[in-house]
């Protein structure tokens, strides 16, 4: 297995962690029921999972889909294991939990690998696309949708996302980037490498460099009601030139992104490969710091 984007995942745990709103969350465990069906589009590592149980949803049925096969194995292997280490009781479990009605095994969503249950939480994860899982479902509590809306057009992902939900259900829509990119110290270049990053990420098919603005409006116009909203950037500083857990490893694939977007974007930049080579100086002398603007919403479907 390649584990460098399960390594990149799990290296902005902590950072997500620091960024997410309590107020957003608090909403979200006041307004969501008993018992609560739950479908996660792209789910990455499944550490949505461990957050449930820290806020005290330990009962239920949790289904997470990604897109990436390799990713979804190691949710699977990872998980459980993980889980068990921090003295959670987990059984593993074989052939598919329970769905939000009426998505059925297909070559998208089915998991023929052993599932577990952890406290009374039934969890499962599914190779497939979450919009089309989205689609494909209905009458489900609530829809998490971590860093995911920035990656995939708004219209469709809203849609997406009330189809799937029951009257009145919730979608959580946190870690949404929002078009700001800085770093720390200032450099000459700056603007210009922020201006050809976006542009890279814009030229993407279906993706928006602003979107948690953009789906802020959205929500706010559709029949349900857009309950929370509010930042949650991601801030990355050392602390005694060390920066917390992985989060060097963190900052130096933020640095290959933009190494690759920039680098295959129109937009060029003179000064680019002297800019590059100062920010990884910066990061190897914990001198670095990193900021990302990004919205968590919290939003509610219709009850009717």
């Known amino acids: 297995m390649n584990h460098a984007r399960p390594r990149y995942l799990e290296s902005k745990r902590s950072v997500d962690d620091r960024a997410l709103s309590r107020r957003v969350r608090e909403r979200l465990l006041a307004d969501l029921p008993p018992d609560p ?45 993980a889980l ?100 720390q110290p200032d450099h000459p270049a700056d603007d210009a490498v922020e201006g050809a990053y976006h542009a890279a990420i814009d030229a993407r098919p279906g993706r928006d460099v602003r979107a948690g603005r953009h789906l802020i409006d959205l929500l706010g116009r559709r029949a349900g009601t857009l309950l929370e909203a509010e930042s949650s950037d991601w801030i990355v500083r050392a602390r005694g030139r060390r920066y917390p857990a992985d989060e060097r490893y963190f900052l130096s694939r933020i640095l290959g992104f933009v190494d690759e977007a920039v680098g295959s974007s129109s937009h060029s930049v003179d000064a680019f490969d002297s800019w590059l080579s100062t920010r990884r100086e910066q990061l190897g002398r914990g001198s670095l710091t990193y900021v990302a603007h990004q919205y968590d919403l919290l939003y509610r479907a219709p009850k009717s």
């Open 37 to 81: 069906r739950i479908v996660e589009a792209g789910c990455g590592t499944g550490v949505t999972v461990s957050r449930l149980l820290s806020w005290g949803i330990a009962s239920g049925r949790y289904l997470g889909v990604d897109t990436d096969e390799r990713i979804v194995d190691f949710a699977r292997d990872v998980r459980p294991k």
């Open 84 to 183: 068990r280490r921090r003295g959670y009781a987990v059984t593993d479990r074989t052939g598919q939990i329970d769905r939000c009605d009426p998505i059925e095994p297909t070559d998208q969503t089915a998991s023929p690998d052993p599932e577990f249950t952890v406290a009374d939480l039934d969890v499962g994860f599914a190779t497939g696309d979450a919009l089309d899982t989205l689609e494909a479902a209905s009458d489900c509590d609530l829809v998490v949708a971590q860093a995911f809306a920035d990656l995939v057009p708004l219209s469709r992902f809203v849609s997406a996302v009330e189809s799937a939900l029951r009257p009145g259900g919730l979608a959580y829509v946190p870690i949404t980037f929002d078009g700001g990119t800085i770093f």
